[in-house]
């Protein structure tokens, strides 16, 4: 007794080290019970808000001549060049006229502009002018055939060969099929007798490859100068996936809401030249070289929210449970998805900015020490990154002796907007999506590419990006590729997705408060 009320003794000690070990340990294990609760409950909680089934679109459509219409508009060769000056006007003037004899009731309906010379400006005059209009947009252009690659073509690029369901053809999936579809969507609804409640335009640019900036960027200017604004616009960008994912077996509509900006930056390294038989111990091309690793060593952080966390909660709902739980989680298995992620560059690229050191130069002769050095690095940029911000990661990347200079070979571009997904053209887009697509999946994504898209967010909020096709997963592969082509099940798909699209957001149902 005496021991117990004065100094403890050693065992009491003890014993009271286990007593607060124990309690420690209760409040530890019952924090991580709460946390995988919580991971549990938000794993399950993710529901997407109950999407009502669309009525299957099974409009005919007459596969074999929509396909010849592509394979016509394959031959004109409607090449987008760095120099302006080699534009080849007779193709342009001659898919022109093949617009308007292929598709007359469209062209008698609806008013067609040309827009400095070659991009077209269709519009379809709403019954109700309270209502804002919606614009859909497609390019003429294609990229030239790199000469190198003739041999592997299967068919001619601009042959326009159709062969057992497959158009074949440079401009086949960019972009032309798109241009097509649509005419043969509208001519088809003229016919029809179907009048919009609102103005619809159709906006094909003719320069699309090098940029937009005289058809895309023009057109939503004069819109601007006119006072639209518009309820919508739907221009390429995004396609229906199959095989997006592992443990995805549903089709994945992937909707563009906004695309990367981009920015060159030169790395430049000076030194003292001299005999290379007294070198220091690093040259600039050493100097630029440990510049250039470091650049690679720190990508720029990935970001999970905004736009990269609507793709994320989108896809988490077809995941089985366990993937589920760990997307739904993204604020604890940040470094697991940082990990998977990164390994896939087509992943990779979607959350975060990239990094390319794409040029290299440097030195003059083997026994010559080099004066410069220099390495040029494009950045692709998320939309919660700016070029400023990129810049400054450079500097602080590579360290004060590596000069830099910014927007070496082009203009630096800003990323652009991102669309919202609660608007009501969004859900209206998705709509339409699975009334052809009725198993797919209708995703928001960031396209890491250029469109003409990103000229119209001066006229237009909702600016989206998809083209109604089914693709595998190698498509990005056949954009700009050898080989490209393009399905008549497709095309028959596209005409049907206009048609239900123009019905859905132009048609007769429309509220005329707004
Ligand atoms: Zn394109």
């Known amino acids: 007794m005496a021991a117990s009320s004065g100094r403890p003794t050693s065992a009491g000690r003890g014993e009271k080290r286990v007593g607060a070990m124990k309690r420690i340990g209760r409040v530890v294990g019952l924090g991580l019970a709460l946390i995988v609760l919580l991971i549990v409950v938000r794993a399950t909680w993710l529901r997407s808000s109950p999407a009502e089934a669309p009525p299957a679109e099974t409009l005919e459509v007459n596969e074999s001549r929509i396909a010849r219409q592509l394979a016509a508009a394959i031959r004109f060769k409607t090449i ?272 975060r900015t990239t990094t390319a050191v794409t040029i290299i130069n440097g030195g003059v002769k083997e026994n010559v020490l080099p004066i410069r050095a220099r390495a040029i690095a494009n950045f692709r940029i998320h939309p919660e990154d700016s070029v400023d911000l990129v810049v400054a990661h450079v500097r602080r990347v590579v360290g004060p002796d590596v000069k830099l200079e910014v927007g070496v070979r082009s203009e630096p571009r800003e990323p652009s907007p991102v669309s919202p997904i609660d608007s009501n053209a969004y859900r209206i887009l998705d709509r339409s999506i699975r009334s052809v697509y009725p198993d797919a999946v209708v995703v928001p994504y960031l396209v890491v590419g250029g469109t003409d898209a990103r000229h119209y967010y001066r006229v237009c909020d909702n600016v989206y990006r998809f083209s109604p096709f089914r693709l595998g997963s190698d498509a990005m592969t056949l954009v700009h590729g050898t080989n490209e082509r393009l399905s008549t099940k497709n095309l028959v798909r596209g005409v049907r997705f206009y048609a239900r699209l123009l019905q859905d957001i132009a048609g007769a149902a429309q509220p005329s408060s707004e």
Request: aromatic share 8%.
């Open 80 to 351: 987008s060049y760095q120099d302006p000056a080699r534009l080849d006007t007779k193709a342009f003037a001659g898919i022109h006229d093949f617009f308007q004899s292929s598709w007359p009731a469209a062209h008698a309906t609806l008013k067609r502009e040309r827009v400095s010379r070659w991009s077209l400006l269709y519009t379809w005059p709403g019954l109700n002018p309270q209502l804002a209009p919606i614009l859909f947009a497609a390019h003429q252009d294609v990229v030239p055939v790199d000469a190198g690659s003739l041999a592997d073509w299967t068919h001619p690029p601009y042959g326009g060969v159709i062969e057992d369901g497959v158009v074949w053809g440079r401009g086949s999936l960019d972009n032309k099929a798109n241009v097509v579809v649509m005419l043969d969507a509208v001519d088809r609804l003229v016919r029809q007798g179907f009048q919009p409640e609102r103005t619809v335009y159709l906006a094909f640019g003719h320069d699309e490859e090098v940029g937009g900036s005289k058809g895309a960027l023009a057109i939503a200017r004069l819109l601007e100068a006119r006072d639209v604004h518009l309820e919508m616009v739907l221009d390429e960008g995004g396609i229906v996936v199959q095989g997006f994912l592992a443990g995805i077996d549903k089709p994945v509509a992937l909707v563009g809401i906004a695309e990367k900006g981009s920015v060159g930056i030169a790395l430049d390294v000076e030194s003292k030249g001299g005999h290379s038989s007294t070198p220091p111990r690093h040259t600039a091309i050493g100097l630029l070289a440990a510049a250039v690793v470091a650049l690679e060593s720190h990508p720029m952080p990935v970001h999970r929210g905004g736009v990269s966390g609507g793709l994320l909660d989108g896809l988490a709902l077809e995941l089985p449970f366990y993937a589920r739980l760990v997307l739904a989680n993204r604020w604890i298995f940040a470094p697991v998805l940082n990990v998977v992620f990164s390994r896939v560059p087509a992943l990779d690229a979607m959350f």
